[in-house]
């Protein structure tokens, strides 16, 4: 594409180092659009003829059957997926092969195919991203009244719904499709036609191309628009941060499938066995999902410190933007399909989280909060009291309900002759009605209005 200039071929090295095509060959829809667009516009401008984009169309067309149907090949002395492109389209029609790359330059030509795929890929996930979400509402649905232990350190805290906990990842996954919106829609601007860096002398339309492709608007600066890789960044860092919640959310499938907790049990599907050890039943698909969370926050980090030393404009060292990229994509495909299969399959055992959460006194806030409302205790005396109480119980080796009405009123006398109040767990959630609380007509309310949300 550049012999002009050059006596002799790359070193085999140089082309080894040099070729991207086995990496962006997925760019080849993207690439095939982009360049239609742009020879019709050529054509609609005059700088082109009929005839030219009639062929230079038909053959893109040609092309698009041919790798839909054989896959795009790899020929490594042709670099990258655009040269891929134009030198079968050369083969196909000939000279006016040539003449598509008129006012363009493979800087604005990658910049658009690589904002078009990720745009693509933000439907996507957001598309999984409402499966997930569809998955919870569902269970939580389920179990907006069964009860289990919610943990602050790890340790036993107050009781909670089930149903409100997973409806905490629904709000997560909630944000995640915002975000990835956002950066959809920031990143909705056409590089095309900032050519080289510098613009082009010809009378292209920038505003045709873009309309197109369906982007809101050109970029505004041939500079930034070839060297911008701020919208992959950003995906990148979307995807990291759902990965992230998606490895908060397999971490506790881990926890819970274990036998000290024992809260699940994992479908025969969802699990794995071992090779020497007969009994064992692994989570390993959530181990997974928790583990590739650290390769796509590996991916962001790459990308980002790809980006942070380059001067203006474009470098090669920015074709290093699609493997992290794509891998990322694909990872947090898998991981999000993996989850929304284990969160609609796996089976909550509610005794079982029902007597933990009974356990650690997690009823003790709810002590403390009667004192105050039924003793005008200011709440910091309460929560000494409540201390002092849960002492004696743990000193007779059981749990609050070993509490009587003279205990308190020997722990304090201006609790003589006070009744006792609930301490059942079911009676801790079903009090705790504030906005956004665990109790069971909260969680109800929810569920309804994600339901709603999702257009179930
Ligand atoms: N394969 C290149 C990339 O992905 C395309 C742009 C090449 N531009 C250039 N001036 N060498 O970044």
Redesign the pocket.
């Known amino acids: 594409m550049w012999g002009g200039r050059f006596g002799a071929g790359p070193a085999d090295v140089m082309r080894e180092i040099n070729a ?1 095509i086995p990496v ?1 060959k997925r760019l080849w829809r993207q690439d095939i659009a982009g360049s239609k667009a742009h020879a019709q516009m050529l054509g609609a401008q005059g700088i082109l003829d009929a005839a030219d984009v009639e062929a230079i169309l038909g053959g893109l067309e040609a092309i698009e059957r041919e790798y839909e149907e054989q896959g795009v090949p790899e020929h490594i002395e042709l ?4 040269m891929q492109v134009e030198s079968r389209l050369r083969e196909l029609i000939g000279d006016a092969a040539g003449r598509l790359h008129t006012a363009r ?3 604005d ?2 910049a658009t195919d ?1 904002r078009l795929w990720v745009r693509g890929a933000c439907a996507e996930v957001d598309k999984a991203l409402a499966g997930l979400q569809a998955a919870l509402v569902e269970r939580a649905g389920e179990h907006a009244e069964s009860i289990m232990p919610g943990f602050t350190h790890l340790q036993v805290a107050q009781p909670v719904t089930l149903g409100h906990h997973l409806m905490a990842y629904y709000e997560m996954a909630k944000r995640d499709r915002s975000r990835f919106a956002d950066c959809a829609r920031r990143m909705n601007q056409s590089p095309l036609g900032s050519a ?1 860096l510098a613009g082009t002398s010809f009378p292209i339309d920038r505003h045709a191309t873009a309309r197109a492709l369906d982007f809101d608007a050109p970029t505004a600066n041939s500079m930034d628009g070839v060297s911008d890789r701020d919208f992959a960044v950003e995906y990148l860092a979307c995807a990291a941060q759902t990965a992230i919640h998606l490895s908060r959310l397999a971490e506790e499938m881990i926890l819970w499938a274990s036998q000290p907790f024992g809260f699940v049990k994992l479908p025969d599907a969802w699990s794995t066995g071992s090779s020497i050890m007969p009994q064992k039943r692994n989570p390993d698909a959530a181990e997974l999902v928790r583990g590739h969370a650290g390769r796509i926050i590996g991916a962001f980090t790459s990308l980002m410190v790809t980006m942070k030393g380059l001067p203006l404009t ?1 470098s ?1 060292d ?2 290093d ?2 493997a992290p990229l794509f891998e990322a994509h694909d990872l947090l495909d898998l991981c999000l399909a993996a989850m929304t299969g284990m969160v609609g399959s796996v089976t909550f055992d509610a005794a079982r989280m029902r007597a933990v959460a009974a356990s650690g006194f997690s009823t003790a806030t709810d002590l403390a909060d009667w004192l105050v409302r039924e003793h005008g205790i200011p709440f910091r005396e309460a929560h000494h009291i409540t201390g002092s109480a849960v002492k004696l119980c743990e000193a007779r080796g059981g749990e609050l309900e070993l509490l009587t009405a003279e205990d308190l009123a020997t722990i304090d006398s201006r609790l003589a002759g006070t009744s006792l109040p609930d301490f059942s767990v079911e009676g801790s959630v079903r009090s705790r009605t504030s906005a956004g609380g665990t109790s069971p007509v909260r969680v109800k309310e929810a569920v309804e209005a994600a339901r709603k949300e999702l257009g179930s």
């Open positions: 991207s962006d670099e990258d997926i655009h330059s493979r800087n030509q990658v690589f080289a474009y090669k920015m074709q933007d699609k």
